[in-house]
Each structure stands twice: as structure tokens, then as C-alpha cells.
């Protein structure tokens, strides 16, 4: 069973019927099209809209219409095209959640196409990363993070995305392309491995983003705590954590 990205909804039938047009196309006795349509409504919380107008659904209500579709044929596997992408971020993020839960009960295979590496890493029991048609790496979610097998991969999973210089830095590395990622560098004032001018700051709350330009390397992203002591202007070291490092 198939979930667009575009929804894909009948829009001069109700929800009810959307949700029920597959078994209405079988022939399936009414009593039972009634009874499973209520099943699915219930179990994506869309009871009390059965006879609305896809029109005036929200974005998410006519997702989870669009899922309900796919649901009550009791298909084996679900193929999801971007399903999510039409969304705003808290629902985007609400929805990833009603359809892990979905996954627990209903344990049906779900294939999932995404851009968004977000929802890959928290939907996920297995990626397949993709790049031009050919397959890159096959592995959980933290596999791919902790040992990316390409740096387009490295480059993929991980947000901000990690930190990749080839040239000679990689050169110096021994190897073709280096990587570490913002959140396994650490910042001082005294010593360190690469010395840097703070160009810019984002301060989200628990994390704090910077921005640094080292000459030897050109821009280096710096994931560290909120409340973080350094600010734009400021020149630092910044040490890669021992291990963390990536030579491709």
C-alpha cells in the first residue's frame, strides 16, 4: 500500500469514504467497510472527522486520512513517498511519532523514501542510503553514524552534518577525505590542534553552534554547550575528541 507525499485525496468525498474507497472498489460487504473504517479512524485518532471534507482537514488530517487508506487493506508492506515534506516541523515531528507507533502495532514491513536525515535516524531500523541510484551503505541508524562507511554518508547522517576537508589536509591525514564531527571537537583558549577565529554564533538553547575560520582548513562547524563562554570574534583552539576522528 502506497503514501504520497501529495496525499492523494479524493476531495469530493468524506474522510470516511477516502479511507474506505479501496474496500468499496473490492466489493466488500458494507457492514464490514463501515466496521474497519471505524477501526482505522480510531486508531489514527480520526473519529470525529469521518464526514468532513478532505478541504477541511489540516496538513497532518489528511496524512493520517492517507495513511488510513493504506491501513485498512491490511497490506504487508507499506511503501511511504516523502509523506511528511508537505508539513511544518512540530507537525512533521508529531507525525513521525503517531507513525513509529503505527510500526509497534501494526508490525508491518514500511519502507520509508526521505530526504531528511531527521526522520531516517529516528524512524529507522535500518537505512539504505542512497546517492545517484547506487547504494552507499545498508546499516541501523547509529552504525551509519558512528562509522559511515563514505563521506557522502558522513556528510548524510549527523546534524549539523559533519566536517569534511580533502586536499592536503587529507594528505597530511593519510588519507583521501577527513572528517569530525561539531560535536566531537572540543574549544579552548590555550593549545590546540587548530587555531581559529570565531566568525559566528547560533545559541539554541541546550546547544550552541559555531562558526570557525581556520586557515589551514577553511570553515569549521562546533557543536558545544548552550551557555558556552566563547563568542564571535574570539580566536580558539579546537581539538578533535581522541577516536572520533573519520579518514576516508
Not at 64 to 93: H, M
Not at 132 to 142: D, F, L, R, T
Not at 194 to 217: C, F, K, M, S, T
Request: aromatic share 6%; with cysteine; proline share 6%.
Amino acid at each position: 500500500a502506497m503514501v504520497f507525499q501529495s496525499y492523494a485525496l479524493y476531495p469530493h468525498m468524506t474522510v470516511a469514504e477516502n479511507i474506505g474507497f479501496g474496500l468499496s472498489l473490492a466489493r466488500r460487504p458494507k457492514a464490514e467497510i463501515a466496521a474497519k473504517v471505524a477501526a482505522t479512524a480510531e486508531t489514527l485518532q480520526l473519529t470525529q472527522l469521518l464526514e468532513r471534507k478532505p478541504k477541511a482537514l489540516s496538513g497532518g488530517q489528511r496524512q493520517r486520512v492517507a495513511i488510513g487508506r493504506a491501513i485498512i487493506r491490511d497490506p504487508k508492506v507499506f511503501l511511504f513517498d516523502e509523506p511528511l515534506s508537505n508539513l511544518d516541523a512540530s507537525l512533521r515531528a508529531q507525525m513521525r511519532l503517531e507513525i513509529a507507533d503505527l510500526h509497534a502495532r501494526l508490525k508491518s514491513t514500511m519502507i520509508y523514501v526521505t530526504h531528511d536525515q531527521v526522520e531516517a535516524m529516528t524512524m529507522a531500523d535500518k537505512i539504505v542510503v542512497l546517492n545517484g541510484g547506487a547504494v552507499e551503505q545498508i546499516g541501523s541508524p547509529m552504525e551509519l553514524y558512528r562509522n559511515p562507511a563514505t563521506p557522502f554518508v558522513a556528510g548524510f547522517i549527523g546534524s549539523p552534518k559533519m566536517n569534511l576537508y580533502g586536499g592536503e589536509t587529507a594528505r597530511r591525514m593519510n588519507c583521501t577525505t577527513y572528517g569530525i564531527r561539531p560535536e566531537h571537537i572540543r574549544l579552548s583558549e590555550g593549545v590546540g590542534q587548530w587555531q581559529g577565529r570565531i566568525r559566528h554564533l547560533e545559541r539554541l538553547g541546550a546547544d550552541a553552534i559555531l562558526y570557525l575560520d581556520v586557515p589551514e582548513l577553511g570553515e569549521m562547524v562546533v557543536r558545544t554547550e548552550g551557555e558556552t563562554p566563547f563568542a564571535p570574534g574570539m580566536t580558539v583552539w579546537a581539538n578533535p575528541i581522541e577516536g572520533a576522528e573519520h579518514r576516508f
